[in-house]
């Protein structure tokens, strides 16, 4: 299949593709962070180019709920509106098989439920991280097989907002600056891509 893994710079899904025989071509704003196939600019210029199949992973930074203390903040509205503009236009690609990704937020109230929800630990990798997937003519991931017992948190927050809270992978990142958390945040687990290759694949 030709297959478009949209807004990835990481290859991670990407490459997951290419090794079960597939053309996948990943395409971001930013230049690929691992050697192979990748289109650097807006992929809305290419989401009409007869894919048989996308996977995308738009931006969350203004839709996710883990940034509700930002919600109202001056300018915060429009670009969330202008974020999920950009959701639905993904979502509502001409391609026959498409797979959004987005942590719970915004999408789950104004659009719809997700048809899936899933943590890196179901598919054999030592970490919480809560995300969501709606899909078209794609079926739900099986992780009967890969399923191993729900890690403990990273840490215990101790800060004056997050006292007592539980923080596992996506606000456990130590040592790295912004750009090098925001990276690796959006990248997706391998066992969580292999899943995605070898059953929609």
Same mark, same amino acid.
Request: charged share 25%; with cysteine; glycine share 8%.
């Given at each position: !299949?030709?297959?478009?893994? /949209?807004? +990835?710079?990481?290859? =991670?899904?990407?490459?997951?593709?290419?090794?079960?025989?597939?053309?996948?071509?990943?395409?971001?704003?930013?230049? =690929?962070?691992?050697?192979?196939? $990748?289109?650097?600019?807006?992929?809305?210029? *290419? &989401?009409?180019?007869?894919?048989?199949? !996308? &996977?995308?992973?738009?931006?969350?930074?203004?839709? #996710?709920? /883990?940034?509700?203390? $930002?919600?109202?903040?001056? %300018?915060? +509205?429009?670009?969330? =509106?202008? /974020?999920?503009?950009?959701? !639905?236009?993904?979502?509502? @690609?001409?391609?026959?098989?498409?797979?959004?990704?987005?942590?719970?937020?915004?999408?789950?109230?104004?659009?719809?439920?997700?048809?899936? *929800?899933? $943590?890196?630990?179901?598919?054999?990798?030592?970490?919480?991280?809560? =995300?969501?997937?709606?899909?078209?003519?794609? +079926?739900?991931?099986?992780?009967?097989?890969?399923? *191993?017992?729900?890690?403990?948190?990273?840490?215990?927050?101790?800060?004056?907002?997050?006292?007592?809270?539980?923080?596992?992978? #996506?606000? %456990?990142?130590? %040592? !790295?600056? /912004?750009?090098?958390?925001?990276? @690796?945040?959006?990248?997706?687990?391998? %066992?969580? @891509?292999? @899943?995605?290759?070898?059953?929609?694949?």
């Amino acid at each position: !299949m030709r297959i478009l893994i /949209a807004c +990835e710079e990481s290859g =991670t899904v990407r490459d997951a593709f290419i090794k079960r025989g597939h053309d996948a071509v990943s395409c971001d704003i930013i230049p =690929t962070s691992s050697p192979g196939p $990748h289109l650097q600019g807006d992929v809305l210029e *290419i &989401i009409n180019d007869g894919w048989d199949m !996308m &996977i995308a992973f738009p931006p969350c930074t203004y839709l #996710t709920y /883990a940034a509700t203390r $930002h919600w109202n903040n001056p %300018g915060r +509205e429009e670009k969330r =509106t202008a /974020a999920m503009d950009f959701f !639905m236009s993904i979502i509502n @690609a001409d391609i026959e098989k498409i797979c959004v990704e987005n942590p719970v937020g915004y999408p789950n109230t104004v659009y719809r439920k997700p048809d899936q *929800i899933v $943590h890196p630990y179901y598919f054999g990798e030592s970490y919480q991280k809560r =995300t969501c997937f709606w899909l078209k003519n794609l +079926e739900t991931l099986d992780y009967s097989a890969t399923i *191993i017992d729900k890690p403990k948190p990273m840490y215990i927050c101790q800060g004056k907002k997050c006292k007592g809270k539980a923080i596992g992978w #996506t606000e %456990g990142i130590r %040592g !790295m600056n /912004a750009k090098e958390r925001s990276r @690796a945040r959006s990248k997706t687990f391998q %066992g969580i @891509a292999d @899943a995605m290759a070898d059953q929609w694949g």
